[in-house]
């Protein structure tokens, strides 16, 4: 054969790899590859992410369940009954006292048994104290949450019962006496509700031990199968401490076989596990299939290799990526302009609800104010009256002291003295009322609260003169200070007094009392009267605006309603307290000043 032929050769082979179709699948077949590639690791992210999720959510569910039962077998150990029958094991009675309670508190809290062990493991008392499975005279002490429980005061255990066959969480707690005895109270969770979520929800979802042996799971045939073969020093813990009583735990096929982490179960699945937080024992696992994660990568790669091979494709759907953009730009400038006209709505509304505060603020100054003048009205009468009575006596006075400048004029200067007397009353009564009357602002100040006691007191005293009634004041030396504004807190002693005096008017035996005194951290200003009391119907409705049950009252209805804003703008309450027949009691309730209590 001549030279020509081998270069013939090459050359033949040369142009068979710079051959068109070549040129067009190699791209294609790495294209495919990659986008295959990438889509198998974004399903596998999304795969991990999902389990990842449903690990902290059902950690989550089962934590809460086991919480809920946690601190019962410590608050059960606390009862007499049970300390009684730890005491006194032998004494029919009491264990029966105690197996009553704890079957009672079986039932209310919802748990599977609870039951008392004493110090060597013997069951003494439990709720199923009554039925042919009972726990009463069993000894569980090879159980590890009852060791544990007499070393450390607590235990926790999962297993399946010995003598119910069925499994749960046992919770234990040991109870000290003082005289040196011991028991161990242990409640049994059953979580069966929680595995039947996980299998309604289809979650392939388990809970393994330190073994690595599941016990938990929404799958039942995972149920009492190891994750890896177990060796035999674990087979035989488990066959003494009858862990798993009545599953052959021996002889199940591992979930992981041949120690892959890909072949869950004997199928292709991704797994992904996370230790609980509330047991260092125990791990959570998740699984799902890889299945749809390789359909998911091939369809890309078919995809991928298309989009390739379809040039006019490509061109049109970078025209529609342009277009997409120009809309998503066009939407944000959409959106801008909305969220600029969003702003200044809510400009114009912060506005607007300022101008309705200031507006709600004067109109409860007026109401306020308009409540005073009435309560000036309900004692026109009687200040009318204090003040003509001393104009008359003075009017007197001065027509004697005239006639004896001549026939006594030794006694001119005591009449005169008197008519003096009598004009220093009319201007503190006056004082009183024109101080009352006035419109105060709206800061608060340190304000005496015997003070203004004492000036409602003396703003009502012509209207107490009027009907014959003579209110006390009882309070303490010490000053007492209060933050508040002095003519509000005045006007709501005022009301208080005046629905007083109107309750007693009339009635024999009748009086009326303002107290003051300080009660943890809290001044309190009562007015009590020996009136007929607040009808149970009408209570819950006096504090509410224009309510009264006064038919012939000069009130607005509004006293006790702005009392109460009133009380509330300076931090207090009013408290009323009324028992049909034998008066009622109103206390006006402010927080001590911080200075006072110093």
């Keep these: 054969m001549s030279d ?45 992410a999902r389990l990842e999720q449903s690990l902290i959510l059902s950690l989550r569910a089962l934590e809460t369940e086991i919480d809920r039962f946690r601190y019962l077998p410590k608050v059960t150990g606390e009862d007499a009954r049970i300390q009684a029958a730890i005491r006194s094991p032998q004494d029919a009675a009491t264990i029966d006292a105690a197996n009553r309670y704890l079957q009672r508190v079986t039932r209310l809290a919802g748990a599977s048994h609870l039951y008392l062990m004493d110090a060597a493991g013997q069951t003494l008392a439990a709720s199923n104290w009554d039925v042919a499975e009972s726990f009463v005279g069993n000894n569980y002490s090879f159980r590890p949450y009852f060791r544990e429980a007499i070393k450390t005061g607590s235990g926790g ?26 028991g161990v109270v242990v409640v049994k969770v059953v979580l069966d509700a929680l595995e039947q979520a996980w299998a309604d929800a289809g979650q392939a979802i388990a809970v393994a031990d330190a073994d690595g042996i599941v016990f938990l799971s ?12 177990l060796p035999p020093d674990a087979l035989e813990r488990l066959s003494a401490q009858r862990t798993y009583f009545g599953a052959e735990v021996k002889a199940a096929a591992p979930l992981l076989q041949g120690g892959a982490r890909w072949i869950f179960d004997g199928t292709g699945a991704r797994m992904r596990t996370r230790d609980a937080p509330f047991s260092a024992e125990w791990r959570m696992l998740a699984a799902a299939p890889v299945i749809p994660a390789v359909l998911g990568a091939l369809g890309w790669g078919a995809g991928a290799a298309l989009a390739w091979g379809l040039g006019i494709g490509l061109a049109k759907i970078q025209r529609q990526r342009q277009q997409l953009v120009t809309l998503r730009l066009r939407q944000s400038e959409l959106l801008e302009r909305k969220v600029a006209e969003r702003t200044r709505m809510l400009a114009r509304e912060i506005e607007a609800r300022r101008q309705t505060e200031a507006e709600l603020r004067a109109a409860q100054e007026t109401l306020i ?27 007197a006075t001065l027509a004697a002291a005239e006639i004896s400048l001549d026939r006594a004029p030794e006694r001119t200067g005591a009449r005169i003295e008197t008519a003096r007397n009598l004009i220093r ?49 009882q309070a303490p030396d010490a000053p007492i200070l209060v933050k508040a504004g002095r003519v509000r807190l005045e006007m709501v002693l005022v009301n208080l007094l005046l629905n007083a005096l109107d309750a007693v008017e009339g009635r024999a035996g009748a009086a009326v009392t303002l107290d003051l005194s300080v009660r943890q951290g809290m001044v309190h200003l009562t007015v009590a009267d020996t009136g007929p009391g607040i009808a149970p119907e009408d209570l ?13 009252s000069e009130g607005l209805g509004l006293g006790l309603a702005i009392s109460q804003a009133i009380l509330s703008e300076f931090g207090g309450e ?16 402010l927080p001590l000043l911080e200075k006072a209590q110093a």
Excluded: C, N
Aim: aromatic content about 6%.
């Design 218 to 229: 929404g799958e039942p045939d995972w149920r009492y199968r190891p994750l890896d073969p």
């Design 540 to 552: 819950p409705r006096v504090t509410e605006p224009f309510f009264s049950t006064k038919t012939s």
């Design 4 to 48: 020509r032929e081998p270069r013939r050769t090459v050359k033949r082979a040369t142009r068979a790899w710079r051959s068109p179709a070549l040129v067009t699948v190699f791209p294609v077949i790495v294209v495919a590859l990659l986008a295959g590639g990438l889509a198998w690791r974004s399903a596998l992210h999304s795969i991990d």
């Design 369 to 395: 104010h308009s409540e005073k003048m009435a309560a000036l009205g309900r004692m026109s009468a009687a200040i009318v009256h204090e003040v003509s009575q001393p104009l008359a006596a003075m009017e």
């Design 425 to 473: 009353r009319m201007q503190r009564t006056i004082k009183h009322l024109k101080s009352f009357s006035r419109k105060e602002g709206g800061t608060l100040e340190e304000v005496s609260a015997l003070s203004a006691a004492q000036s409602a007191l003396e703003l009502v005293q012509p209207r107490a003169r009027a009907i014959g009634i003579a209110p006390t004041l």
């Design 574 to 589: 009013l408290q009323i307290e009324t028992a049909p027949g034998q008066g009622t009691r109103m206390t006006a309730v």
């Design 157 to 182: 255990f999962y297993a399946i019962g010995v003598t119910t066959g069925t499994p749960g969480y046992f919770l234990a707690a040991r109870i000290d006496l003082a005289e040196g005895q011991h």
